[in-house]
DNA sequence: GAGTTTTATCATAGCGCTACGATTTTATCA
DNA sequence: TGATAAAATCGTAGCGCTATGATAAAACTC
C-alpha cells in the first residue's frame, strides 16, 4: 500500500565498516570477512593487505551484525546472585579468563538471590542470542526452568550439584556433603555438641543444604546437633551475633564445635571469642567454609572447608568450549568438583 | 558476474521471530516493534493483542537485530582490574542494579591489572556498539586511550579522580588525599613516627597513589615516614608479613602509626600483633582503607577510611543514564564521591 | 598443453529488527 | 456534515555482517 520510492537517508552507525576495508585493501568485503574469521583460508598477500586495511582505518567489527548473520553470538551470559560474594567472583573471573582465550565475552547477571529477576536475566540474556548459558545453582523457579529447557544452547548450572536433576551440564559438588564432613571432622576432633550458624536463612540454598547435611550427620553420630540461623546476609558481624547467641545459649556445655556457613561467620565467631576471652579451640572448636584469603593468616588460623571456586569456572567453561566444538552431539556431563578439608587451628 | 538465481535456504536463528508475533496478534511487525519500545504509543486494545501473541508464543526479541537496526545497543561494558576485589565487586553491583532497571545489561570484563588486555577489552567492548563504557582508573595505555576518545560513546571513569584528565565523565576519589588523611589521623592521634603497608607494588596504581599521599602528608608533618612495600596482592596474609617485617625494622620505636593500602593488611597486621604479643592501638595504631564488611567487627574492631563504591557504581549509572538522555548536548560531569574516617579502636 | 583437481576469491541473499515516512483511522471543530 | 487535526498503524529499506554456492586462479595430472 504504501508504495515510496524514494530513498531514505542511512543511520550509519559506525565510521568504518567492512566494506570501507574490502576498499582500502582492494579485495571484496567477503575476502575479509574470511580473513577475520579463518585468516588461514586468505593468501599470505591478501591477508597482509587486509591487516594493514584494518590497522589503517583502525577498524571496529561489528559483532551485532556478525551474531545476527550466523545466527550466534559470540557472548556467554553468566548469572549468579552477586560478585560481592567472594565465591562467585572468583568463578567469574575465570570463566572470563577462560572464555576469554576462545574470545568469548562475559555478560553477567545478579539476581540478589531474587528468583524473578532471575528469570528476568535469563530472558536477557536469551535476547543475545549467547553461545551459552553459565548459571548458578540447580533450584530455579518454574519459569526459569522452562526458559533454560527451551533454550537451544549449553547451559551450565555451577556451584551445586544434586537437588533437581540438571537441566544440560552441571559443574559443583554436593553442598549436603560439605555439611556433613564439617561436622564429622568436628566430632573425630572430640567435640561432642555440634552446633551450625548459617544466614540469609531464606534465599540461599545452597547454604540451607550444607546444614543440613551437618544436621544429619551431626545426628547420625548420635551428638546433639543444632541450627542457629538468621535472615539477614552471612556477615563478620553476623557471626559475632550467632556466637554470642550461642554463648549465652549453651552456657556451661562443654566440648562443643561449631560450623559456619561461610568463614565470614567463622571469622566473625573468633573475635567474639576474643572479646569475650573465650579459648579456641579449646573451649569451642569452629569450621568455616569457603577458604577464604584470611582463612590461612588468621590468628588462630582457621580450619575450614574449601571449595573449589576456580575450578569450577575453569571446567565450565571447558564443557561449554568443548559443547561448542562438538555441536549437536554433544553429551550432557556433569563434573564433582569435590572439596577439601583443610584442618588448621581452630578445630 | 556470479548471477545465482536460486534462492538459498534460510538460516533460522530463532524459533519465534517478531513476525510470528505480529501475525499471531492480526497486526503489522512494525506494530509489535513500537509496542515493545513505547507501550504507549499503541492503542490498549492491540497492546493487549501483541502482549498475548507475545505470552502464547514465548517469544524472545533478538537484541542483536534489534541493536543493529537501532545503531546502538543496550550493553555497557564495565572493565575493571578483577571482580575478586571486593571494591569492583560492589560497584559492578551496584552498576547493575541501577543500569537494569533501565534495561541495560553489563557485559563484564577483568584486565588482571595489564595494559594490553585492558585494550583488548575495549576494542571488544566497542564491538557490541555498546550504550556507554565504563573503566577503571584515569590512567590507561595509549591505545586504550585512543580508543576511549574515538568512541562516540559516553565513557565513565571510575574510582579514580586526579591523574590524567578525564576522556568523558569521571567518579571517583583522590587516592591521594586518602593517603593524606590517613596520615594526619595517626599524627593526631599522637604517632610521631608513619609507615605505609601496601602490596602489588607494581601494577596498582591507586594503591601507588594512596602510599604517595601518605608519605607526603607524614613528612609534610615533620614526621619520619617510611613505606613497606611488596609485589603481591594485598592480601591478609601479605598483612602478616609486613609487620612483622615492620617489627624487625623498627624494634624498640615508639609512636609508630601504620597505615595500609587497604583493609586486608590491617586485618593480616592484626592478626600478626596478635601472635606477637603486641597491643592495637597501644604499641602501634593501625588504619586500613576499604571499609570491608569485616572492618567493624574484628577486635579490635578496624579504624579506616571508606570508599563509596556503591555510590560510585550509581552515580556511574546515573551519568550514563543522563547522557544517553541528553544525547550529543551532553556535559561532561566529573564527580567527587569522596571518602569517610571512620575511626574505630586500632587507631 | 588440455583436462582435472585444488585453492582462493567473489556476489548475493538474507539474519530479525527498527526508523522513517506514508497511510489509514479516529477525534475535533466549523 | 465536510474539513481538518491528531492518533494509530503500516510498508519498506536498510543496519553490517556471514553463509552459501559460484567463479576465477593456481596447482597438479598424464
Known amino acids: 500500500m ?27 568485503p567477503s575476502t575479509v570477512s574470511l580473513f577475520l574469521r579463518r585468516p588461514e583460508a586468505v593468501s599470505l598477500k591478501v591477508g597482509d593487505a587486509v591487516q594493514a586495511a ?37 568463578t567469574v573471573a575465570a570463566l572470563q579468563r577462560e572464555l576469554g582465550q576462545a574470545r568469548l565475552q562475559i555478560m553477567l547477571g545478579h539476581t540478589e538471590y531474587d528468583q524473578g529477576v532471575e528469570t528476568e536475566l ?8 549467547p553461545a551459552a548459558l553459565v548459571i548458578a545453582g540447580t533450584e530455579h523457579g518454574k519459569a526459569t526452568r522452562q526458559l533454560l529447557e527451551a533454550a537451544r544452547v549449553p547451559v551450565v548450572q555451577v556451584w551445586e550439584l544434586g537437588g533437581e536433576a540438571p537441566i544440560d551440564m552441571a559443574v559443583g559438588f554436593h553442598h549436603y556433603e560439605v555439611g556433613a564432613a564439617a561436622a564429622r571432622h568436628l566430632a573425630a576432633r572430640g567435640r561432642r555438641r555440634l552446633v551450625f550458624f548459617s544466614g540469609r536463612a531464606n534465599d540461599d540454598k545452597r547454604a540451607a543444604q550444607r ?52 568463614d565470614l561467620l567463622a571469622l566473625g565467631s573468633l573475635f567474639e571469642a576474643q572479646r569475650r576471652q573465650v579459648a579456641i579451640p579449646q573451649q569451642y572448636a569452629v569450621i568455616g567454609f569457603g577458604d577464604l584469603e584470611f582463612a590461612a593468616s588468621c590468628n588462630p588460623a582457621l580450619s575450614t572447608i574449601k571449595p573449589f571456586g576456580d575450578l569450577i569456572g575453569s571446567e565450565a567453561a571447558r564443557l561449554i568450549l568443548k559443547s561448542l566444538a562438538d555441536g549437536e552431539a554433544r553429551e550432557h556431563a556433569s ?13
Open 54 to 90: 584494518i590497522r589503517e582505518l583502525n577498524y571496529v567489527p561489528n559483532l551485532m551484525a556478525g551474531g545476527l548473520a550466523a545466527a550466534s553470538s559470540s557472548v556467554v551470559g553468566v548469572i549468579v546472585p552477586s560478585v560481592r560474594n567472594a565465591f562467585f567472583a572468583e
Open 211 to 262: 546444614a543440613a547435611g551437618f544436621l544429619a550427620a551431626g545426628r547420625e553420630l548420635g551428638l546433639v546437633t543444632q541450627h542457629l540461623s538468621h535472615p539477614a546476609p552471612a556477615t563478620t558481624e553476623l557471626g559475632g551475633i550467632l556466637f554470642a547467641r550461642m554463648l549465652k545459649e549453651l552456657e556451661g556445655v562443654e566440648g562443643v564445635g561449631i560450623g559456619c556457613s561461610n
Open 122 to 129: 535469563v530472558r536477557t540474556a536469551l535476547s543475545w542470542a
Open 335 to 347: 563434573i564433582d568438583t569435590g572439596f577439601g578439608l583443610v584442618h588448621r587451628q581452630t578445630s
Open 2 to 28: 504504501a508504495g515510496s520510492a524514494v530513498p531514505r537517508k542511512r543511520r550509519k552507525i559506525q565510521g568504518v565498516t567492512m566494506v570501507d576495508v574490502a576498499r582500502r585493501a582492494g579485495v571484496s
